[in-house]
Structure formats: structure tokens, C-alpha cells
């Protein structure tokens, strides 16, 4: 297999010819519609997609007002509709920061749905009561549209313009969706007083990569300054020409960018660029770096109302921090836990994750409720005023995104953990959203390759792995008796361990026991369960425990000869990898081990005839490994199943051999025992 490149490179800029990206034909004119777009047998190709971008285009430029440098960013897109599934796809979101009294503005927002009636086009407007305006969080407030009648096989299409003040907010680019997109084009033109670094990932080619300069004049505010011999320069308005780089980005027949199991969001993989604000040059001034560093990064969190403040302390628990103190003097591990199990019963989890607070820690503990970081700030504190050395950890969830650890940008975070400094030189990662998880284990959406953990000298500040220690457990040991027909009695003790224990105490949480057990039973047909008993359902620190008595009818009549695959029931029935190729990494946040013991005592008169042969499948470069072993005796057989990955993350490359092992696995599971009657 030819190794793929890394999916995340700077972009290397190219000089050229000297003229401007407006000079350039724009590929999409808003409101004339290609006649084509509306003809079904143009969109064979894509039947299986539920719609198709057939032209998404921008452009960013900078224009001066009142002698300041502001970005102007225009979008056409345009979209066929193909199955009702898409319908969504008619209400568009813009999202518009804004920080003090500046905002973003939108500005220039028109859209039309196209519609063939009776054989003639139709075309229906964008109505302004069809737009609405939503909070969506502290700094970002989006505008969100609807486009009217879309039906399968309308075209819609809207364009919009964004002006910003925030010249570190440089729109970004996603050149790839979930369905197909046929053009996808993006420019930027930038002067050279902007330094952005420019990050491109993803797997598709660029079809179109230009980058050529010109020149154009500005009037801009300078302000005041000194100059080499140390003399104070007044701040004055001057006319300048300036060389701008016109970026020109295309990606033609762009296919549908695929999720699969076992991934972090997509944003981690599709085709997109993406703009930091690194520094500025002024004309007759030195180079000026604005770029975060991580020094910064934790000097700025550590300082701010809604982060570090709180969470130095948490003094209205200052009584039950006392008793834990008295109850676990000597113990700090035993102290982490049962100080985190305060917190967890004081501020339950709403399920937001943020990385500030959303309101202060005491507020939170008074309402009993809050996000992320207020119940893990309040943590933090709370740790603290144990005596314990906790600080936060910053990560970013898999629905948020991998970090990138050679750019310092904050945005990439979305969430805080406490970090907590044990003796021996021992440390434990601390999280109180879900009671589920056991101390020192985070929850599964944490689990996201490293975080940043913040100190009060910024110089130690280090990157903390993320990897669990603790794995997904699957143990299962079964007594099956088989009668004449077919048909089985038995029981079976199953226990949930690691990750796979706290996913099946929430499970069982949510659903009550009765339910639990009857979506168990769902996926074995057949299958009555008329007995059933759970285990340590809340003690977090042990494998969850099920005990279950089970009956499945066999045939109508006794037979002399019996075909039976236990297995079928006690593993996985479908590979999870359906696809022939992937191109980014299988993760699966921790480790895997599943066991299954079972014998099968035999009906009286029958003895075995056929059985599977013992296989041992391995995973190269000691990946994992897979064993299946039967043993015969007088009246029973014992079959043993193993199954391990030894690895949280596979590669690419490795995908192919992932997925075979699951193929070579599933296959012997499936394999029947065939009985014979004794004559």
C-alpha cells in the first residue's frame, strides 16, 4: 500500500504573474442557474447521495474604513436537492463573533429554491421572516435562514457577505461535506502586512493551486511609534502600496467525505484550510508577533475571571472538606476520590463541555448544575483546599478535534480536567461529570490523544498523555445444556469491566433494569430470559456484574442430525470495518479484551461429528491477537474465545490488517458444530 502523507501541512506560497483574484472568472453567478442543474440524468452518478453542492465559492479580501483594515468575506453556494433526507440542508447557519461593542456583520443575505412546476422553473425567494438570530455562545452569535418549498430536485442556492473588525478571525475553508461537492473554490486576498500561517489537511488533491502578486494602495491610520534613534513618531494617515498575495484554491469532484466507526469528529479529516494571524508588518515599523504561545496560552487561563479564578478555592465546602481531610489523612488517592465524589453529587453534569465557566463555582454548587468546567473547576478547587496539588488540564474532546501541538491556539480546546500531583512521583487525571467512571479514569469523549496542563510558572507546563491505562472488558462465562431439538437452557455470567462498565451503568441508569435486559434478549432471536440479577451496580471501582438464566427453542421435532453455533450469540455478528479502504486512523480511545468461556453439555445419545479447528489470528507488530480453542469431553464440549488489541490507535496502513483480523474472527465464530445421534 503506498503511504499516505500526513493529513495537516503548511502550505508552501508561491509568487507569480502580477494580477489580482478578481480578474479571475468566478465560477458561480448568483441567481442565474444553470439550466442543467435542474435535469435529473445529470445526477445519476450521485443517486446514492442525498444532495450535491454543485458550487460552493468565497472569497476574503481586505478593505479599509475610516484608515483601519477590516475583512470582507463573500459566499455563493449552490445545492441540489436529491432525497427528502437533505431537507436540512435548507437552513443554513452563519456564525458571527463578537467580543465588547464589535460584531461582525452580515450583510447581503438573498437566497432562491428552484422548482421545475408543469415543466416551467420556478423561482421562490428567500423570505426576510425566514431568518433568525440565536446566542450560541459567550463570543459567537449566529444568524440561522431558512430557503422556501425545497422538495427533491429543487436547486437552492444563497450568497451572503461577513464584515469583521477581528483580523486574527480569517474565515476558514472546508472544501469537503458529507455529500459529494463538484467546485469548491476559495480566495484570499492578502497584503503584505499580514503574516497567516495557512494550514491545509485533508486527502483530496487540489485541483487549482495559485498564488500571484499584484499591487494595491491603502490609506491606513499609523499610529504613533519610535524611530531608530529613539524619537517619538506621531500617528498619521498615510496612502500605501501594497503587495497582496492573491490566493486561488480549488477542489473539483470533491466525494462525500465517509464517517466510520471508531473515529474522532470528521472535522480531524475533511479536505479544509485553515488561517492563524501570526504576527504584522507596518510599513516603516519591525515585524510584530501576535502569535499565541503555550507560555501565553496558560498565562491568559490561569489569570481569567471565568478559568484560573475559579478555580483557586472552594470555601463554602469548607466543612465536608474538613471531615474528607479527617477520614483520609495519610491517603491522598483515597482523599482525590472522595473529594471528586463531593463535587459529582454537588453540581450534576448538564452535559455541555466548555472550557471557562459559564457562571461562578458558587453559584453552580447553589443551582446544582452546570457544564464541564464548572463542576471540574469547582474540582479543582475543592482539591486544593484538601491540601492536595491539583491543577487544570485543557484538552479537546473527539467531537471537537485533535490538537495540534506545534500551533498554540486556544480554540482547539473545549474542556479542563484536574491534574492531581500523588507522592512517588505519581500523578492522576481527575474528571467529576460522571459518577459512572471510577477516580482517575476520564470519561470516554476525553479520551483524545494529550492535553495541556497548566502550572503556575508557565515554563513547566507540559503535555499530559491522555491514554488510559484502563481498558474496554467484555468477560462472559456460559453453562449451556442442548436438548435433542436444538434448543438450549442455560446461564450465564457476564461482567462489564473499564470503559465497558461504565457505558452499561449508565446504560442501566437510563433504561431501568427491565429495559436493559429486554434490548439484551432483542438481539438473540429466540432468546427468553426468565431470571435475571445485576451486581455491583455501584461500585465503580469493579467490573459491573450480570447473572441471567436463559431458554431458546429449538425445532418442533428431535433430530438426528443438529447443526449449532453457539458463538453467534456471545460476539460480535457484523465487522465493524465495511469498507475496503480508510484513510485515517482507527481509534479506539483504550485498550480491548474480550473473553467468552462456554461449555455446551451435550443432549443424551448425540456425539460430536464436525467441529472447528483452533485458530490463533495476530495482529503484525504484536497489534493484538485473536484464539479460539474447543475441547471435546464424554457429554460437553468447552469452547474459549480471546480477543485483544494492544494498541488504542491504528494507523491508515494498518487498516487493512485490522480488518481482516475482525473478517478472520467473525468467520470462525460463525462456524457451526454439527451433532450426530448415536444409533
Not at 397 to 408: K, S, Y
Not at 417 to 433: F, G, Q, R, S, Y
Not at 612 to 622: A, E, R
Request: hydrophobic share 35%; aromatic share 10%.
Amino acid at each position: 500500500m503506498q503511504k499516505l502523507l500526513p493529513h495537516v501541512f503548511l502550505l508552501a506560497l508561491a509568487g507569480g504573474l502580477s494580477f489580482t483574484a478578481n480578474a479571475q472568472t468566478e465560477p458561480v453567478k448568483f441567481g442565474k442557474l444553470d439550466p442543467q442543474d435542474m435535469d435529473a440524468k445529470n445526477f445519476v452518478a450521485d443517486s446514492a447521495a442525498e444532495a450535491v453542492v454543485l458550487c460552493d465559492y468565497g472569497q476574503s479580501r481586505f478593505n479599509v474604513s475610516n484608515g483601519e483594515f477590516k475583512i470582507v468575506f463573500e459566499r455563493v453556494t449552490r445545492i441540489k436537492i436529491l432525497k427528502k433526507s437533505a431537507y436540512d440542508r435548507a437552513t443554513v447557519e452563519v456564525p458571527l463573533y463578537h467580543k465588547g461593542t464589535n460584531e461582525e456583520k452580515l450583510s447581503g443575505l438573498r437566497g432562491f429554491t428552484y422548482n421545475m412546476v408543469n415543466g416551467q422553473l420556478v423561482k421562490e425567494k428567500l423570505a426576510s421572516e425566514n431568518t433568525f438570530r440565536e446566542e450560541k455562545s459567550a463570543n459567537v452569535t449566529v444568524r440561522k435562514f431558512t430557503l422556501p418549498n425545497v422538495r427533491v430536485g429543487s436547486v437552492i442556492e444563497y450568497a451572503y457577505t461577513v464584515n469583521s473588525d477581528f483580523l486574527f478571525n480569517f474565515q476558514d475553508w472546508q472544501f469537503q461535506e458529507s455529500i459529494p461537492v463538484r467546485w469548491s473554490e476559495y480566495r484570499a486576498s492578502i497584503p503584505e502586512y499580514f503574516d497567516y500561517k495557512m494550514l491545509m489537511q485533508g486527502y483530496e488533491p487540489l485541483a487549482i493551486s495559485e498564488h500571484p502578486t499584484g499591487q494595491t494602495q491603502y490609506t491606513i491610520n499609523t499610529s504613533g511609534s519610535f524611530d531608530d534613534y529613539g524619537n517619538r513618531q506621531s500617528a498619521s494617515s498615510q496612502t500605501v502600496s501594497a503587495n497582496v498575495t492573491n490566493h486561488r484554491w480549488v477542489m473539483k469532484n470533491v466525494p462525500a467525505f465517509r464517517n466510520e466507526p471508531y473515529m474522532t469528529t470528521s472535522r480531524d479529516f475533511v479536505a479544509r484550510i485553515d488561517f492563524e494571524l501570526a504576527g504584522t508588518k507596518w510599513p516603516n515599523q519591525g515585524y510584530h508577533s501576535v502569535a499565541n504561545s503555550w507560555n501565553k496560552i496558560n498565562e491568559e487561563l490561569l489569570t481569567e475571571e471565568s478559568f484560573g479564578n475559579q478555580a483557586k478555592h472552594a470555601s463554602f465546602l469548607k466543612e465536608e472538606i474538613a471531615a474528607l481531610k479527617a477520614k483520609h489523612a495519610g491517603n491522598p488517592a483515597a482523599l482525590t476520590a472522595a473529594v471528586r465524589h463531593l463535587v459529582h453529587h454537588s453540581v450534576k453534569y448538564n452535559d455541555q463541555d466548555r472550557l471557562y465557566a459559564t457562571t461562578t463555582t458558587r453559584r453552580a454548587y447553589d443551582q446544582h448544575n452546570g457544564s464541564a468546567a464548572d463542576v471540574n473547576l469547582l474540582l479543582i478547587g475543592a482539591l486544593r483546599d484538601a491540601g492536595l496539588t491539583a491543577h487544570p488540564v485543557i484538552l479537546s474532546t473527539r467531537d471537537h478535534g485533535r490538537v495540534n501541538t506545534m500551533f498554540p491556539l486556544l480554540s482547539n480546546f473545549n474542556y479542563v480536567i484536574a491534574h492531581v500531583a500523588l507522592p512517588d512521583n505519581k500523578e492522576m487525571l481527575v474528571d467529576a461529570t460522571e459518577e459512572a467512571m471510577p477516580c482517575g479514569n476520564l470519561p470516554g469523549r476525553c479520551l483524545n490523544g494529550v492535553g495541556r496542563l497548566l502550572l503556575p510558572d508557565a515554563t513547566q507546563s507540559r503535555w499530559v498523555d491522555l491514554t488510559p491505562s484502563t481498558r474496554f472488558v467484555d468477560y462472559r462465562k456460559v453453562q449451556l445444556q442442548l436438548d435433542e431439538k436444538g434448543g438450549y437452557t442455560g446461564q450465564v455470567h457476564q461482567e462489564y469491566g473499564g470503559y465497558l462498565g461504565a457505558h452499561h451503568r449508565s446504560r442501566l441508569v437510563k433504561l431501568g433494569e427491565k429495559k436493559f435486559m429486554e434490548e439484551l434478549a432483542k438481539g438473540h432471536e429466540g432468546w427468553d430470559i426468565p431470571k435475571y440479577a445485576f451486581k455491583e451496580k455501584e461500585t465503580y471501582t469493579a467490573p459491573l456484574a450480570l447473572d441471567y438464566e436463559l431458554t431458546s427453542t429449538g425445532n418442533e421435532q428431535a433430530a438426528d442430525m443438529l447443526y449449532i453455533n453457539p458463538m453467534r450469540h456471545f460476539g460480535d455478528s457484523k465487522n465493524p470495518f465495511l469498507h475496503e479502504d480508510r484513510r485515517f486512523p482507527v481509534d479506539f480511545g483504550a485498550l480491548m479484551d474480550e473473553t467468552n468461556l462456554v461449555t455446551l453439555t451435550l443432549p443424551a445419545g448425540y456425539a460430536v461429528e464436525e467441529m472447528p479447528k483452533p485458530l490463533v489470528v495476530d495482529l503484525p507488530d504484536n497489534g493484538g491477537r485473536f484464539m479460539y480453542s474447543i475441547s471435546p469431553s464424554e457429554n460437553s464440549l468447552q469452547i474459549m474465545t480471546r480477543m485483544n488489541l494492544r494498541k488504542t490507535v491504528y494507523s491508515a496502513e494498518e487498516y487493512a490488517a485490522l480488518r481482516d483480523f475482525y473478517s478472520r474472527l467473525l468467520a470462525k465464530q460463525a462456524e457451526q458444530i454439527v451433532l450426530k445421534k448415536k444409533s
